[in-house]
């Protein structure tokens, strides 16, 4: 049994900052104009991959060490001097003491998350009802644009124009000991997902279809064949973060992920 407490609190924020970090190593490599950059401090770490990116914020405060002024005071210089806005991704188990800060330093919440976990070992994965139109594969090297192009076509549609979409997926196709993979509907490729593994814990990531192949059940076969894929490299536990309350939430319910909290994005407002 894992219980939702500090220590399962502390594996999947770190999973997720060690995400980041290696996300902003791939930027610097793919696009090294931008600066990317990212630090430590007091165990909480801070991402810069440019002012408007969704990746520049910080995950861990006040989980791995209590939270000084001196911290915040590093934390916040760290954006500042790169033009960039103060964010931190809180789970509640950091504590009031955490919130309280934020709030008389002139932070507001922003955003709320559902950071979902489930156990990993052999027969976790119920099969899917067979789609034999759908297969479901890892990527092989020279189809990382492809992958890109597929990703950014099912996130079309948001808020973030389509060629940021694009750059972006670039860089997560490129970000190391990632596993890409692509879900193919009669031979054409329609779907994708992504699979980091550190520190044995599996974050479920870049699920995207392409808007005239969805409800063809290809996202239900990319968890599939990723949560195998993660206990054949020794994972134990998967993850998933996703807006509370929507869609992509009651989907990974469905498919056995409990909620372990509710995050709080938080961000300092212009002094």
């Given amino acids: 049994m894992i219980y939702a407490d500090l220590e399962l609190a502390r594996r999947l924020e770190r999973t997720e900052a060690l995400a980041g970090a290696s996300f902003v190593e791939a930027r610097r490599r793919v696009s090294p104009e931008k600066a990317a950059e990212w630090i430590e401090a007091a165990g909480t ?5 440019g002012p408007a990116s969704p990746v520049t ?5 006040g989980l ?3 939270t000084a002024a001196v911290d915040l005071d590093r934390l916040e210089s760290f954006f500042h001097e790169r033009g960039a806005p103060v964010c931190h991704e809180v789970s509640p188990l950091a504590g009031i003491p ?4 934020l709030a008389q330093r002139g932070y507001r919440p922003i955003e709320f998350t559902s950071v979902m976990y489930q156990p990993l070992s052999s027969g976790t994965v119920s099969p899917s009802p067979p789609n034999p139109r759908l297969r479901t594969r890892l990527i092989v090297q020279g189809e990382e644009e492809l992958w890109s192009q597929i990703s950014a076509r099912g996130w079309a549609g948001q808020s973030a124009p389509a060629e940021s ?4 997926s670039r860089v997560v196709a490129s970000t190391n000991a ?5 879900a193919h509907l009669d031979g054409e490729p329609i779907a994708t997902g992504m699979l980091l593994c550190p520190e044995r814990v599996a974050l479920f990531a870049g699920a995207a279809t392409i808007p005239e192949a969805r409800n063809q059940g290809a996202q239900r076969a990319l968890l599939e064949i990723r949560m195998n894929t993660a206990v054949a490299r020794g994972c134990d536990l998967g993850m998933i973060c996703a807006e509370s309350g929507s869609v992509s ?3 990974a319910e469905r498919q056995g992920f409990r909620i372990a909290y509710t995050r709080t994005k938080w961000l300092l407002q212009k002094r």
């Fill in 249 to 251: 939430q009651r989907n």
């Fill in 98 to 101: 955490v919130a309280d800060m």
């Fill in 64 to 66: 791995f060490a209590e």
């Fill in 178 to 182: 990632s596993l890409a993979f692509f």
């Fill in 45 to 49: 770490y801070a991402m810069f991959d």
């Fill in 165 to 168: 979409l694009l750059e972006f």
């Fill in 57 to 61: 914020q910080t995950f861990g405060l």
